[in-house]
């Protein structure tokens, strides 16, 4: 992963990709997973996402993991918490809320911690990597997950010709190519978001859709 790239995104204030509300097609979707209230959900690249202290609120526990320390310490900011920090071997942890918000690299994620993950929500980790991260990612972390867990993943799908990612589309075609052998993968919603995405269409993208899947692991 480009570490640096996204490090100097949150550094300078380049963050277009926080959204200011809780995102609803997770708030549509979630119930289609079926998940118990204290399920571990992994929230993979989360910035500083309200998405997470929603699945908090829920009664989850929330392993959130975030490369940027300014946007770590800006959610629990934001959330009024005061966290528990100490040093892990895979970066630091932050700890309050029912939240564990791992400041580090999804790629130094072990074996053990994806393992104890019941579920995992996806909105902007997969269309964030371009094609290699983005093979190496769903082995090293979905291979991981257990038998029975079920992901929530959002993707968008454009002509990538039309503009450089992130985010990058990410056809079905590679969703059944990546999951398709041990993932079972339903898709929920398909719609056209062009239109509520007038910063895509001012850089040339002339069609643009988000799908929603629900993965369950064999």
């Keep these: 992963m ?5 490090l ?38 989360a910035g500083k996402s309200l998405d997470v202290a929603w699945l908090a609120a829920q009664g989850h526990r929330v392993l959130a993991v975030e490369l940027s320390p300014l946007a770590v310490e800006q959610f629990f900011d934001e959330h009024q918490l005061t966290p528990v920090v100490r040093e892990t071997p895979q970066g630091r942890l932050y700890q309050a ?13 072990d074996a053990a911690t994806l393992a104890g993950c019941q579920a995992c929500y996806d909105r902007a980790a997969l269309i964030a990597l371009p094609p290699a991260l983005r093979a190496r990612y769903a082995t090293h972390v979905y291979e991981q997950l257990p038998a029975g867990c079920r992901t929530l993943l959002l993707t968008l799908d454009y002509p ?4 450089d990612g992130p985010p990058f589309s990410v056809p079905d075609a590679e969703i059944q190519a990546h999951y398709g052998a041990r993932w079972q993968i339903d898709t929920l919603e398909t719609r056209d978001v062009l239109e509520h995405e007038p910063k ?15 993965l369950t692991a064999r």
């Design 200 to 214: 895509f269409a001012a850089r040339g993208v002339t069609r643009m859709h988000t799908t929603v899947y629900r």
């Design 160 to 163: 990538q010709a039309e503009m």
């Design 2 to 6: 480009d570490t640096d790239f996204w």
């Design 97 to 109: 809320g029912g939240i564990d918000f791992l400041c580090g690299d999804i790629f130094d994620l």
């Design 8 to 45: 100097q995104r949150w550094e300078h204030g380049q963050t277009g990709f926080h959204q200011s509300r809780v995102m609803p097609l997770l708030q549509k979707h979630w119930p289609a997973l079926g998940l118990a209230r204290d399920s571990r959900v992994l929230v993979p690249l």
